[in-house]
């Protein structure tokens, strides 16, 4: 069974810092693509960032790309997400995911990855 917590969230002002944190249980993140997503109300779910199986390419969106930082502690089978210089378009709920067979192609689609954690509340205040 694979199960995917996040933690990391909370409230923060304009122009600072958090870190989410995406523990993964029950397959090794080393042999998987994990992203992490965002939700607003209202709005559709947006992908932020994943690092790649294996050798660990990351991909980004180019709305987060020189703000957010994407890495993992294989030893601790956990993801993060360093989030810089934050805004209050920021404010959502943050999404970590896991998918087993992704390819470049596929990264942004939310539809490609298997199992998802519940969620952590973000929100940035002005």
């Known amino acids: 069974q694979v199960q995917l917590v996040e933690s990391g969230g909370g409230l923060v002002q304009a122009g600072g810092s958090l870190r989410l944190s995406c523990v993964v249980s029950g397959r090794t993140i080393r042999t998987a693509g994990v992203g992490w997503f965002r939700q607003a109300p209202g709005k559709e779910r947006e992908f932020l960032a994943t690092?790649?199986?294996?050798?660990?390419?990351?991909y980004y969106t180019n709305s987060v790309k020189s703000r957010f930082t994407i890495s993992r502690d294989n030893a601790k089978n956990t993801v993060y997400l360093q989030m810089n210089s934050l805004e209050p378009e920021d404010t959502a709920v943050y999404f970590c995911?896991?998918?087993?067979?992704?390819?470049?192609?596929?990264?942004?689609?939310?539809?490609?990855?298997?199992?998802w954690g519940q969620g952590t509340q973000v929100t940035v205040s002005s």
């Open positions: 995911a896991l998918a087993g067979g992704l390819i470049q192609s596929s990264v942004p689609y939310a539809t490609n990855y298997d199992y």
């Open positions: 690092i790649m199986r294996n050798g660990g390419t990351t």
